[in-house]
C-alpha cells in the first residue's frame, strides 16, 4: 500500500484582497518613471493656457528631433514619453482630420510634419513606451461645449489610438473654462469606450482613472498614506472629481484599483520658456519628489518641456543625468541581496512562503503568513556590519494591498540595541523611507497591522 502525505508546499497562496490590478496596470506600476513633454504653440507664444486663436504659424521648431527626447530620456533612466498632443488650446501635433488647428496649417516641414509619427518612431527605436495627452477642453473648435463635440473628442481619441501603434496611457485633463457646464456634456463613458475598444491595454488616466489617478497636486508628492483603491461613483473628472486630499490618499476602502500618479515639471512651468532656464530643479529638490513619489506607491510623471528648437535643452538633459548619477549612487548597493531573511511566522511553515523570498530579487516570490495572522516580522541578517540610510518595501499587489502599518528597526553594531529608524502606514506597490545613517547588524520589518495577511515580496536595505 502506497502512503501519500501532503506537502508543506501544498499550502495554497492567500486569496486577493480586495480590488486588485489589472495585468495592464501591473505592467504600467512597474515603469515607476516616464516624462512628460509639453509642446506646442504655448512653447513659442510663453503661456501656459492658450487661448486657441493663435496662428498656427507660430509653432515653428527649426529643429525638432525626437530622437534625441527618447535617447534622453533613455540615458535618463525613463520608461517612456507621454506627449501633450493636444492641450487645452486644441492646436493637434498630427493633422487631424477632426480640426483645422494642427501642425498641417503651421510653416513646419511645409504642413506636411507629424509630431506624433516622429515620437512614435523614436520609442520604437529606443524601446520606450508612448503616451499621449488629449485634452477634452478645446478653446478652439468651434462645436465645443455641444453635444456634436463628443463625436469629435471620440473621433480625436479613435484616430490617435489607431494609427501610432501601442499607446501606454492616455491622459485626459479635467481642465475646463471654469464657467457653464462644461464638465457635465463630455460623455466620458463613451470616450472611455472609444479608448479601450481600440487599446484594451491601455491605462487611461483621469481624476478618477479608470487606469491611473491624479494624485492631486502639481508637486509630484503622493500622500504619506497612499491606497491604490478609490471610490469613483458619483464622481467625474475635473470640477466633479473627489477632494486633492482624497486624491493624494486615495480610498482605505475604495471599490476600484486606481493608482496614483504624480505630475510635477523639472521648470516652474509645464512649457518650455527662456525666461526658467536658472530655475530647474535642484538634485536634491529631485530626489525629494523621488522619495515622495515612486516611494510612495506613486508613479513619477516627470515634465521635460522641449524647447523652440523642438530639442530637450541642454540644461534639462544635464539635470535628468545628475538626478540619475544621484538615484544610481543612492540605490546602487542593496544589502537585502547579500543577506539572509528569517520569520518565525510563515504561512503553513511553507519554505514557498518564507522570509528568504523577500530578499531574492524576484518579483512573484513572497513572505506570507497565515490568514489569522495580521500582525508579524522578519529580519533580515547582514554578514558584516553595514552603514544603511535607506529601506524599500513592495507589497505583492497582484494580490491587493493590504497593510496599515508597520515599522523598521535596526539592531546597531557594538552596542546590540534595537532602534526604530522608520515608521509608517501603506506600502503598496514599493515604499521608499531615507533616514539618517546608522550602523547595523540586522533589520528588521515589522507588520505592525494588516487587514489581511501581509504579502511581502520584496524588501531592500541601501
Not at 497636486?217 to 475635473?238: D, I, K, M, V, Y
Not at 476600484?256 to 530643479?281: C, H, M, N
Not at 506570507?368 to 516580522?377: F, G, I, L, Q, R
Request: hydrophobic residues 35%; negative net charge.
Amino acid at each position: 500500500m502506497i502512503v501519500v502525505t501532503a506537502s508543506c508546499n501544498d499550502t495554497p497562496a492567500p486569496e486577493p484582497y480586495g480590488p486588485v490590478p489589472t495585468d495592464a496596470q501591473l505592467r504600467w506600476q512597474k515603469m515607476e518613471y516616464y516624462m512628460f513633454v509639453h509642446f506646442g504653440p504655448n512653447t513659442f507664444t510663453d503661456s501656459e493656457w492658450g487661448s486657441g486663436d493663435e496662428d498656427p504659424g507660430v509653432f515653428a521648431p527649426t529643429a525638432l528631433d525626437c530622437d534625441q527626447w527618447a535617447s534622453v530620456a533613455r540615458q535618463a533612466g525613463m520608461k517612456g514619453i507621454i506627449l501633450t498632443a493636444k492641450h487645452h488650446d486644441g492646436f493637434c501635433l498630427w493633422p487631424s482630420m477632426y480640426s483645422r488647428h494642427t501642425v498641417a496649417r503651421s510653416p513646419w516641414m511645409d504642413g506636411e510634419g507629424d509630431v506624433l509619427r516622429e515620437l512614435a518612431d523614436a520609442c520604437r527605436k529606443y524601446g520606450l513606451k508612448m503616451g499621449v495627452y488629449i485634452s477634452p477642453w478645446d478653446r478652439n473648435h468651434p462645436a465645443y461645449g455641444t453635444e456634436r463635440y463628443n463625436e469629435v473628442f471620440a473621433g480625436t481619441i479613435s484616430e490617435v489610438l489607431s494609427n501610432y501603434g501601442d499607446i501606454f496611457e492616455l491622459w485626459l485633463d479635467g481642465a475646463d473654462d471654469g464657467t457653464g457646464d462644461a464638465p457635465s456634456f463630455y460623455r466620458w463613458k463613451y470616450f472611455l469606450s472609444t479608448a479601450l475598444t481600440l487599446q484594451p491595454e491601455v491605462v487611461i488616466f483621469s481624476d478618477i482613472g479608470p487606469g491611473c489617478r491624479w494624485v492631486g497636486n502639481e508637486s509630484g508628492h503622493a500622500g504619506q498614506t497612499n491606497w491604490s483603491r478609490l471610490n469613483t461613483a458619483g464622481f467625474a473628472p475635473g470640477r466633479l472629481a473627489p477632494d486633492r486630499d482624497t486624491l493624494s490618499c486615495g480610498n482605505v476602502h475604495g471599490s476600484q484599483w486606481v493608482p496614483a500618479e504624480a505630475d510635477v515639471s523639472i521648470r516652474p512651468g509645464w512649457f518650455y520658456s527662456p525666461s526658467t532656464d536658472d530655475e530647474l530643479k535642484t538634485v536634491d529638490e529631485l530626489m525629494d519628489i523621488y522619495y515622495a513619489s515612486v516611494g510612495r506607491n506613486a508613479n513619477l510623471l516627470l515634465n521635460v518641456p522641449v524647447d523652440r528648437t523642438g530639442r530637450i535643452n541642454a540644461l534639462d538633459s544635464a539635470r535628468l543625468m545628475e538626478f540619475r548619477d544621484a538615484r544610481e549612487e543612492a540605490f546602487h548597493i542593496d544589502y537585502a541581496k547579500m543577506s539572509r531573511a528569517y520569520s518565525e511566522s510563515v504561512r503553513g511553515n511553507s519554505p514557498k512562503y518564507a522570509a528568504a523570498n523577500a530578499v531574492d530579487g524576484r518579483y512573484s516570490t513572497y513572505w506570507t503568513t497565515d490568514d489569522s495572522v495580521t500582525s508579524a516580522s522578519f529580519t533580515v541578517y547582514f554578514r558584516k556590519d553595514r552603514e544603511i540610510s535607506a529601506v524599500m518595501m513592495q507589497e505583492y499587489i497582484p494580490l491587493g494591498q493590504r497593510v496599515k502599518e508597520f515599522s523598521v528597526e535596526c539592531r546597531l553594531g557594538g552596542t546590540g540595541e534595537w532602534v526604530e529608524v522608520c515608521r509608517g502606514t501603506t506600502i503598496g506597490y514599493k515604499r521608499l523611507i531615507p533616514f539618517p545613517p546608522v550602523v547595523a547588524s540586522e533589520v528588521r520589518f515589522n507588520i505592525i497591522d494588516s487587514y489581511a495577511c501581509p504579502v511581502i515580496n520584496n524588501v531592500a536595505i541601501y
